[in-house]
């Protein structure tokens, strides 16, 4: 993701965030995980094109709507989507549309039951007021919702900002970035305190904008199934580097990591947000999907985008021959 939008006033502050720049940076220098260039050239010359292919969207999660909604249906879900796996006890799973849905798929299908029984869940000014009480009875299922006190923080923080900088319309911030990806991302890192996942390492900060540049995408995505207004350069969004992106790139041999860090992983020790280790680990992911994308093209002949490939890596971690464990994290960043 590059910092290209610098010099338009409302955008100003965002321009720090490089973040293609940043875990370059951070990957030349880690001690703890390392990139396989042989594993990169295999994968590329053997993985099937035609499984590279956006993840199918549930239709009974579908949104539809006039513009404005569709935007703020995008920030409401992606203030709040992080953090789903449990350290004890069942996954938290909703009931919705005569289905069942666990983690990401959970808090989407619970919106939608709110939004359908109370249209002013679409409002940032019932995301500002919301209490503990009205979160959980958004949030009701079987189990709980992890950090449904971190969920609340956020979303009356997301609706003030929305409403004291964007009238409470997200479209707003869209028709401010041009409605280009990159901007986008950029600039709801810098508006909203919580999509601002950066962090420090070895003296500099390291933006890598996990869940903005999601919003990015995701908003790109509602606006087509609604035929509305496209998001363009959706090609100079990064990998989102998240928790399954790490495991699928070590499954392949592409992510390589340090004995003593793989055993931890391995054992479930929680890794510390912001620590170095966690930084190398998501800044790997970052780069290494950046190589694989250098080498379809290179190899292959096949332009693909990195969200595209972060979409099959995503969908093939839950496959039945990964058995490396994803890295345990609490964290509001992804």
């Known amino acids: 993701m590059s910092d290209g939008f610098a010099g338009d006033e409302a955008l100003v502050g965002a321009a720090r965030f490089d973040v293609r720049g940043a875990c370059r940076w951070v990957i030349e220098r880690a001690d ?28 009974a999660l579908r949104f539809l709507g006039r513009p404005a909604d569709v935007a703020r249906w995008i920030l409401l879900i992606d203030c709040l989507n992080f953090y789903f796996w449990s350290q004890a006890g069942p996954l938290w799973t909703v009931e919705y549309e005569g ?31 919301a209490t503990a009480t ?64 950066v962090h420090g390492y070895k003296g500099r900060q390291i933006p890598i904008l996990k869940r903005a540049q999601i919003f990015a995408s995701d908003l790109a995505a509602g606006f087509e199934e609604n035929q509305t207004t496209p998001i363009t350069n959706l090609a100079g969004l990064t990998a989102f580097a998240d928790y399954r992106l790490p495991q699928t790139l070590r499954h392949l041999g592409v992510m390589v990591l340090a004995g003593e860090f793989e055993a931890r992983i391995e054992s479930e ?37 990195c969200w595209l490939v972060d979409e099959y890596l995503w969908d093939h971690s839950h496959d039945d021959d990964v058995i490396v464990r994803h890295h345990r994290t609490v964290t509001h960043d992804y």
């Open 32 to 59: 703890c995980v390392q990139i396989d260039a042989g594993a990169i050239e295999r994968w590329a010359k053997q993985v099937s094109l035609d499984e590279i292919r956006p993840a199918p969207r549930p239709a």
């Open 99 to 129: 289905r069942r849905w666990q983690r990401y798929f959970a808090l989407v299908a619970a919106l939608r039951r709110a939004v359908a029984c109370h249209p002013g869940w679409l409002t940032a000014e019932r995301w500002a007021s």
């Open 134 to 197: 009205d979160c959980e009875a958004v949030f009701a299922g079987d189990s709980h919702i992890p950090l449904l006190e971190e969920r609340m923080r956020i979303l009356n923080e997301t609706g003030r900002v929305l409403l004291n900088r964007f009238d409470g319309e997200a479209i707003h911030l869209a028709e401010q970035a041009r409605f280009d990806a990159v901007r986008v991302a950029g600039a709801v890192s810098e508006a909203f305190p919580s999509f601002r996942d």
């Open 269 to 305: 020790q929680l890794i510390e947000s912001g620590s170095p280790e966690e930084i190398e680990l998501r800044a790997g992911t970052v780069r290494a999907v950046d190589l694989m994308v250098e080498a379809l093209r290179r190899m292959r002949r096949a332009d693909l985008p």
